[in-house]
């Protein structure tokens, strides 16, 4: 056997050799995206089990569409070129 050679394989030409489990970095970096996995399947559990209606009934709905005409007929009247009186005030 070669006598140079050492039997502890943390020990590699004087310095001190850690296996790869053992240091924190690889952890750190192996971490951040399996939190970020995590994360993205609680948001979806959230955006599943507690789900936004924006209409619950028929008659809500046209009610919504009742209020909303009178706002579409003004805007599909106005030119392209045209502004709302409310628009192009903003001073910079």
């Keep these: ?13 004087g310095l001190d050799v850690r296996p790869w489990y053992k240091e924190p970095w ?4 192996i971490a951040i995206p ?12 959230l955006a599943v089990s507690h789900p936004d ?3 619950v009934e028929e ?9 909303l005409r009178p706002s579409l007929a003004t805007r599909s009247e106005q ?4 502004q709302d009186p409310g628009e192009g005030n903003e001073q910079h």
Aim: net charge negative; hydrophobic share 40%; glycine share 4%.
């Design 1 to 13: 056997m070669n006598s140079d050679k050492s039997e502890n394989p943390t020990h590699v030409n």
């Design 26 to 29: 690889p952890w750190v970096i």
């Design 34 to 45: 399996l939190l970020t996995i995590i994360a993205s399947g609680f948001t979806f559990y």
């Design 53 to 55: 209606y924006l209409v």
């Design 59 to 67: 008659e809500e709905y046209n009610a919504i569409v009742e209020e």
């Design 79 to 82: 030119k392209p070129g045209d």
